[in-house]
């Protein structure tokens, strides 16, 4: 069993509270995201879990069994960090095999689990290296088999890919979340790219402030966004928020023309689209259109529905003219109904 659960977790240094009662589980094999901007308390927490910090009030279980107070070592659990941590003295071979080492496990056993993790992570060639003489991907490899020669079923990751070009972040969150399914290991993830979530997680919880504000599948927070700032950060581009004002026959856009409504929104609530659900229609909200940056596959259009900007994704290249004037649609499932005040999601 390897099952990680969180009750009531609080972590304060001094005065200042850092983590505010986190509670969530980490099912067996599940590949868990911990998702969210700098200072979040999503490092914390998983320092928390490893050990590497201690509890000030709440309970960690491990496989049913209160850790709360074990030592790190008791906990059976490998870690990835993101500066990789690898001994620059040590060739790959003895950095990958060096835990083992220190442990007293017997020379066959280590050569045996050595030659097999170097293969599942394409190394075997490079056994002879010095951490100076490989590339970033191959240094997260190193890092990554170090992890898994230990067999333990629990491996957390400290922003493991920040480090790594685009191209190399893209081949290494494959290879990840590969290793991950054939190992059936229970991973912990932290990062605050939300495409390393979205395309790698199984639940991704995303934080803010030391506290959960919303957790769920990668659709679930794509979906139905919880808050104004689950919205915001889930999606690229972000989702468009837009004030209302009362109208006539409900809910219209603040500083735009009244000619889209919505009966059952009005003052003190605000409305989310996505920019890829917004279509250009002979009918809707008038807009001037401002700018188009073209991405090759889309173009992400800049527009201004009264004294409200407007994001809006369109395929292929668009080209906008200055002071061209469209109108702006979208469908009633496509708009997300929130709170002003609390940024709450509203149910229609």
Same mark, same amino acid.
């Given at each position: 069993?390897?099952?990680?659960?969180?009750?009531?977790?609080?972590?304060?240094?001094?005065?200042?509270?850092?983590?505010?009662?986190?509670?969530?589980?980490?099912?067996?094999?599940?590949?868990?995201?911990?998702?969210?901007?700098?200072?979040?308390?999503?490092?914390?927490?998983?320092?928390?879990?490893?050990?590497?910090?201690?509890?000030?009030?709440?309970?960690?279980?491990?496989?049913?069994?209160?850790?709360?107070?074990?030592?790190?070592?008791?906990?059976?659990?490998?870690?990835?960090?993101?500066?990789?941590?690898?001994?620059?003295?040590?060739?790959?071979?003895?950095?990958?095999?060096?835990?083992?080492?220190?442990?007293?496990?017997?020379?066959?056993?280590?050569?045996?689990?050595?030659?097999?993790?170097?293969?599942?992570?394409?190394?075997?060639?490079?056994?002879?290296?010095?951490?100076? %003489?490989?590339?970033? $991907? /191959?240094?997260?490899? *190193?890092?990554?088999?170090?992890?898994? #020669?230990? &067999?333990?079923?629990?491996?957390?990751?400290?922003?493991?890919?920040?480090?790594?070009?685009?191209?190399?972040?893209?081949?290494?969150?494959?290879?990840?979340?590969?290793?991950?399914?054939?190992?059936?290991?229970?991973?912990?993830?932290?990062?605050?790219?939300?495409?390393?979530?979205?395309?790698?997680?199984?639940?991704?919880?995303?934080?803010?402030?030391?506290?959960?504000?919303?957790?769920?599948?990668?659709?679930?927070?794509?979906?139905?966004?919880?808050?104004?700032?689950?919205?915001?950060?889930?999606?690229?581009?972000?989702?468009?928020?837009?004030?209302?004002?009362?109208?006539?026959?409900?809910?219209?856009?603040?500083?735009?023309?009244?000619?889209?409504?919505?009966? %059952?929104?009005?003052? $003190? /609530?605000?409305?989310? *689209?996505?920019?890829?659900?917004?279509? #250009?229609? &002979?009918?809707?909200?008038?807009?001037?259109?401002?700018?188009?940056?073209?991405?090759?596959?889309?173009?992400?259009?800049?527009?201004?529905?009264?004294?409200?900007?407007?994001?809006?994704?369109?395929?292929?290249?668009?080209?906008?003219?200055?002071?061209?004037?469209?109108?702006?649609?979208?469908?009633?499932?496509?708009?997300?109904?929130?709170?002003?005040?609390?940024?709450?999601?509203?149910?229609?």
């Amino acid at each position: 069993m390897s099952t990680i659960e969180l009750k009531a977790v609080k972590k304060s240094w001094g005065n200042t509270l850092a983590l505010k009662d986190v509670s969530f589980i980490a099912p067996e094999g599940d590949f868990l995201v911990l998702l969210g901007p700098s200072g979040c308390g999503k490092s914390t927490t998983l320092r928390l879990i490893a050990g590497l910090e201690t509890v000030t009030a709440g309970r960690i279980l491990i496989a049913g069994e209160d850790v709360t107070a074990k030592s790190p070592s008791e906990r059976h659990i490998s870690m990835v960090f993101q500066s990789y941590a690898l001994f620059p003295h040590l060739n790959v071979a003895e950095n990958i095999a060096f835990g083992l080492k220190v442990r007293k496990v017997p020379v066959d056993e280590r050569k045996t689990r050595l030659g097999r993790v170097a293969e599942l992570v394409g190394l075997a060639g490079l056994m002879d290296r010095k951490p100076a %003489q490989l590339s970033g $991907g /191959q240094r997260q490899r *190193v890092a990554l088999a170090r992890a898994i #020669v230990a &067999e333990n079923h629990i491996c957390l990751m400290d922003e493991p890919l920040s480090n790594l070009d685009a191209q190399l972040r893209h081949e290494m969150r494959v290879e990840i979340r590969d290793l991950q399914k054939r190992l059936g290991m229970t991973v912990v993830y932290v990062t605050h790219d939300q495409t390393e979530a979205m395309s790698m997680a199984d639940k991704v919880i995303l934080m803010r402030d030391g506290k959960i504000e919303q957790e769920g599948t990668p659709d679930e927070l794509y979906s139905t966004p919880a808050t104004t700032f689950v919205a915001r950060f889930i999606g690229n581009p972000p989702m468009n928020v837009l004030t209302l004002t009362d109208g006539p026959d409900g809910g219209v856009l603040e500083g735009a023309e009244s000619y889209l409504s919505w009966k %059952q929104c009005g003052a $003190g /609530q605000v409305i989310g *689209v996505r920019p890829e659900d917004i279509d #250009v229609s &002979e009918t809707g909200v008038p807009a001037e259109l401002i700018s188009a940056d073209y991405l090759g596959a889309d173009s992400i259009v800049t527009a201004r529905m009264g004294s409200q900007s407007v994001v809006v994704r369109m395929p292929g290249r668009f080209q906008v003219r200055d002071g061209e004037r469209v109108n702006l649609k979208w469908s009633n499932e496509a708009t997300h109904i929130f709170d002003a005040k609390t940024g709450h999601r509203v149910e229609p």
